[in-house]
């Protein structure tokens, strides 16, 4: 398991893009990190059925996340589909 601080800082870059997806009506929650330093989210509400979503994760929580935490390579949400 990665240490506490790693979540502690994603949790707070979490905190700071939650306000724009509770605006419309949505959510964020960190799932786990993988040992390869990608952050593993679920979006809810609204987050988790608007076709915006893979937008949302790319240019809001991913940029927010690895902005915030240098050792973060990526951002997935488990509950939305992979793009290849």
Wanted: aromatic letters at 4%; one cysteine or more.
């Amino acid at each position: 398991m990665l240490n506490s601080d790693l979540y502690q800082r994603i949790e707070e870059a979490l905190k700071q893009i939650r306000p724009f997806l509770e605006a419309d009506g949505g959510d964020v929650s960190l799932v786990d990190v993988t040992d390869d330093f990608v952050a593993r989210v679920k979006l809810h509400g609204s987050c988790s059925t608007c076709n915006m979503s893979m937008m949302t994760m790319k240019a809001g929580v991913e940029e927010t996340v690895k902005r915030a935490v240098k050792e973060i390579k990526a951002v997935e949400a488990v509950n939305l589909p992979v793009v290849v």
